[in-house]
């Protein structure tokens, strides 16, 4: 008994489609030209319809390779867009992205994810040549938890609202600065805690990506303006971080420099000082008190007293006095006794002579009429002045609760050659020169200007000097730089120490009239 063999499928050729038919209706494989000439399509058919694997290109270039169903793209397959050039490959559902995919973009970027109706949405991962985002979508954008790694670097892990950072997320900058807290609009918003890379940490109230309490000014803390000190006192310096309303700010970590400076005095053209001027880095400084400063050596080391004590200097000086005083009227008995030797002009000469030695003595020259300053120094100072290197600085102070403090702070001795205190020993000296004839000057006048000078290389010299704190934060905490404060600061001379008075045995007259009359009785018997 034969087999019966199924009919073959007969092979149909028109204009439009060439292939495999099936009672007049196309079944198999065959290729298919659209009457308007844009589509195309090779593949499977299945009572006339697009069904099971195929290919559909259309005229600009766009295809599609993949599953069929029913006439529509649904399944799995891959398309190419001819005018953006990406590539998908994934699944379809009527002939859109609908499910789990992996877009191609010309420039190296990927999606890989998940899509609804052409858009990506739901759990998925973008790469582009420099970030990455793993988290969700909604709409083609960001949306809901996820995280992102920057071009820059920074890192961000939270939530997302219409492709920006919007409710709790953590923010790891490239720089090392970590920001915890919420979100609005992409922008710091809300409650958070910053710390910043250069030190400064911030917890509290942000708007608009700015805290709600910003520092913008510093304000040295103290009772009188100016504050007056004396010479090798100690002082403490208050510094706040305060905002516009003047509240102090709660910053931590900002990072405060105090200094000193001294007035500037421009040299006077020909002076030694004016041929040097151009070679001196330290550049003079505004102040608000109408005039510049040039930096003056602020240090908190405390300062050695090698030398004698105040006690002990103005012991001295009394002891000067009293030895002058002895001297004096040792030279007048002498005189004396001289002339009443000597008469006539060999005695009128020997004393004109003793009076131009004293008024040699007492620094007047009758030759110039000028005062001879003394050449002798005190034997608690050097004939030389040695090389003595500058008191380290004062360290920059970081602020907690927005409050920096110094403690035991001194203004050192003048380093050598100071401009100002050189431009001001000219001016002096051109008004000495400029004036004609001085009163004589005594040895206490000038055993008190080697006091002062003395005190002066010990000591910083009297006089106003100001402070300046200036905020040092590198880098600035969010990019800003808050407004620096200056205080004048009066340098007086040491107390003098008031030394009690010896008292001595006070008189008795009643005592001294019955020592008389004990006296006269026994003289008389």
């Given at each position: 008994?034969?087999?019966?063999?199924?009919?073959?499928?007969?092979?149909?050729?028109?204009?439009?489609?060439?292939?495999?038919?099936?009672?007049?209706?196309?079944?198999?494989?065959?290729?298919?030209?659209?009457?308007?000439?844009?589509?195309?399509?090779?593949?499977?058919?299945?009572?006339?319809?697009?069904?099971?694997?195929?290919?559909?290109?259309?005229?600009?270039?766009?295809?599609?390779?993949?599953?069929?169903?029913?006439?529509?793209?649904?399944?799995?397959?891959?398309?190419?867009?001819?005018?953006?050039?990406?590539?998908?490959?994934?699944?379809?559902?009527?002939?859109?992205?609908?499910?789990?995919?992996?877009?191609?973009f010309p420039d190296s970027s990927e999606y890989e994810g998940n899509f609804v109706h052409n858009r990506k949405n739901g759990y998925g991962v973008m790469r582009t040549p420099l970030t990455q985002y793993d988290?969700?979508?909604?709409?083609?954008?960001?949306?809901?938890?996820?995280?992102?790694?920057?071009?820059?670097?920074?890192?961000?892990?939270?939530?997302?609202?219409?492709?920006?950072?919007?409710?709790?997320?953590?923010?790891?900058?490239?720089?090392?600065?970590?920001?915890?807290?919420?979100?609005?609009?992409?922008?710091?918003?809300?409650?958070?805690?910053?710390?910043?890379?250069?030190?400064?940490?911030?917890?509290?109230?942000?708007?608009?990506?700015?805290?709600?309490?910003?520092?913008?000014?510093?304000?040295?803390?103290?009772?009188?303006?100016?504050?007056?000190?004396?010479?090798?006192?100690?002082?403490?310096?208050?510094?706040?971080?305060?905002?516009?309303?003047?509240?102090?700010?709660?910053?931590e970590g900002r990072e405060i420099q105090i200094t000193a400076g001294f007035k500037y005095y421009q040299p006077s053209k020909g002076s030694a000082l004016f041929d040097m001027i151009e070679d001196v880095e330290d550049k003079p400084i505004d102040t608000p008190f109408g005039y510049q400063v040039v930096h003056y050596p602020l240090t908190n080391q405390e300062q050695e007293n090698d030398g004698p004590s105040e006690e002990d200097e103005e012991q001295e000086l009394?002891?000067?006095?009293?030895?002058?005083?002895?001297?004096?009227?040792?030279?007048?008995?002498?005189?004396?006794?001289?002339?009443?030797?000597?008469?006539?002009?060999?005695?009128?000469k020997l004393a004109e002579n003793e009076k131009q030695d004293d008024e040699k003595e007492d620094g007047v020259d009758n030759?110039?009429?000028?005062?001879?300053?003394?050449?002798?120094?005190?034997?608690?100072?050097?004939?030389?002045?040695?090389?003595?290197?500058?008191?380290?600085?004062?360290?920059?102070?970081?602020?907690?609760?927005?409050?920096?403090?110094?403690?035991?702070?001194?203004?050192?001795?003048?380093?050598?050659?100071?401009?100002?205190?050189?431009a001001m020993e000219e001016a002096e000296n051109d008004k000495k020169s400029s004036s004609r004839g001085k009163p004589a000057i005594n040895k206490v006048d000038k055993m008190r200007r080697q006091k002062e000078k003395a005190l002066e290389e010990k000591y910083a010299k009297t006089g106003e000097y100001v402070l300046m704190v200036h905020d040092v934060t590198n880098p600035p905490f969010l990019g800003r730089t808050i407004e620096p404060a200056f205080l004048l600061l009066k340098l007086k001379r040491p107390e003098a120490k008031k030394r009690a008075k010896k008292e001595g045995k006070k008189w008795d007259t009643s005592q001294h009239i019955r020592r008389s009359m004990v006296a006269t009785e026994g003289s008389e018997d």
């Open positions: 008994m034969a087999t019966q063999v199924p009919p073959a499928r007969a092979l149909f050729r028109s204009h439009t489609y060439f292939g495999e038919k099936h009672k007049a209706l196309r079944n198999g494989h065959g290729v298919y030209v659209f009457e308007n000439q844009y589509f195309k399509y090779e593949g499977e058919w299945v009572k006339g319809k697009k069904h099971g694997f195929g290919k559909l290109l259309l005229k600009d270039g766009t295809y599609y390779e993949g599953q069929f169903n029913q006439g529509e793209i649904t399944g799995t397959g891959f398309k190419f867009f001819s005018e953006t050039k990406c590539k998908y490959k994934g699944q379809f559902l009527k002939g859109e992205m609908h499910g789990r995919g992996i877009m191609e988290g969700g979508y909604q709409g083609n954008m960001r949306h809901g938890e996820g995280r992102m790694v920057y071009a820059n670097g920074d890192r961000y892990e939270g939530y997302w609202v219409a492709d920006k950072r919007h409710g709790p997320g953590v923010l790891h900058c490239a720089d090392g600065s970590i920001f915890d807290g919420n979100f609005d609009n992409d922008e710091f918003h809300g409650h958070g805690l910053y710390r910043h890379i250069s030190g400064v940490i911030y917890d509290g109230m942000w708007l608009k990506g700015f805290p709600a309490k910003m520092a913008s000014k510093l304000h040295i803390v103290v009772e009188n303006t100016p504050m007056v000190i004396r010479q090798g006192t100690p002082f403490t310096i208050t510094v706040q971080c305060l905002n516009d309303e003047n509240e102090v700010v709660g910053d009394s002891q000067s006095q009293t030895q002058l005083d002895l001297k004096e009227d040792e030279d007048e008995n002498q005189n004396n006794k001289e002339e009443e030797i000597k008469e006539g002009e060999d005695g009128e030759s110039g009429g000028g005062v001879e300053e003394p050449d002798e120094i005190p034997n608690n100072t050097t004939t030389e002045t040695e090389s003595v290197p500058l008191p380290p600085p004062v360290p920059n102070c970081r602020s907690e609760e927005g409050v920096c403090v110094w403690n035991e702070v001194y203004l050192a001795p003048a380093p050598p050659m100071y401009r100002p205190f050189v």
